[in-house]
Antibody, heavy 120, light 107 residues
Framework: EVQLVESGGGLVQPGGSLRLSCAASGFTFSSYGMTWVRQAPGKGLQWVSAISDSADSTNYADSVKGRFTISRDNSKNTLYLQMNSLRAEDTAVYYC?????????????WGQGTLVTVSS | EIVLTQSPATLSVSPGERATLSCRASQSVSNSLAWYQQKPGQAPRLLLYDASDRATDIPVRFSGSGSGTDFTLTISSLEPEDFAIYYCQQRSEWPLTFGGGTKVEIK
């Protein structure tokens, strides 16, 4: 059974940093692209960033480019999102999701999410 | 970026009735479109991919159609557990984008 468990969320002041983690199990992690998607309170889904299976390709939404960094450790079956220079508008539940293939496109499994709140 | 517009925003349907949801893309995405279901307090769940292929364990009452810019998700006979928000998502080009969602509520 595929399992994705996010951690690392919490309350942070504007301008601060957080690192999210997503522990994966139940599939060959190194064979699939992974992504982060966020959802602000009461709002819809917004794609944030994606990384290919071997980490040789990454993509970012314009709203986070230059502030967020996606990475993965295939030896630890873990996906990361380093978030710097956080803003109030980054407040959201952050989901990690597994791609159906080596490059992320369709998201076939999702974690339960971790809440990030940016506030003073 | 490709903008996905979902309609209607809210659909009021009685259990057992048919529901038809629409997703329109600002430019062609071929068949590179997926549909997700999200219930309150839960993560999204993949329903359909490549416009019409059902994901694992998705009931046959869920079907999808369309290509290019116009897509439809049909729920043939609504079950109580189907009342939720539905999102479409394109993977034709970066950035990946989602529609704003259609809430299917009990009439």
């Amino acid at each position: 059974e595929v399992q994705l468990v996010e951690s690392g969320g919490g309350l942070v002041q504007p301008g601060g940093s957080l690192r999210l983690s997503c522990a994966a199990s139940g599939f060959t992690f190194s064979s699939y692209g992974m992504t982060w998607v966020r959802q602000a309170p009461g709002k819809g889904l917004q794609w944030v960033s994606a990384i290919s299976d071997s980490a040789d390709s990454t993509n970012y939404a314009d709203s986070v480019k230059g502030r967020f960094t996606i990475s993965r450790d295939n030896s630890k079956n873990t996906l990361y999102l380093q978030m710097n220079s956080l803003r109030a508008e980054d407040t959201a539940v952050y989901y990690c999701a597994k791609g159906k293939g080596a490059v992320v496109g369709t998201l076939d499994h999702w974690g339960q999410g971790t809440l990030v709140t940016v506030s003073s | 970026e490709i903008v996905l517009t979902q309609s209607p925003a809210t659909l009021s349907v009685s259990p057992g009735e048919r529901a038809t949801l629409s997703c329109r893309a600002s430019q062609s995405v071929s068949n590179s479109l997926a549909w997700y279901q999200q219930k309150p307090g839960q993560a999204p769940r993949l329903l359909l991919y490549d416009a019409s292929d059902r994901a694992t364990d998705i009931p046959v009452r869920f079907s999808g159609s369309g290509s290019g810019t116009d897509f439809t998700l049909t729920i043939s006979s609504l079950e109580p557990e189907d009342f939720a928000i539905y999102y479409c998502q394109q993977r034709s080009e970066w950035p990946l984008t989602f529609g704003g969602g259609t809430k299917v509520e009990i009439k």
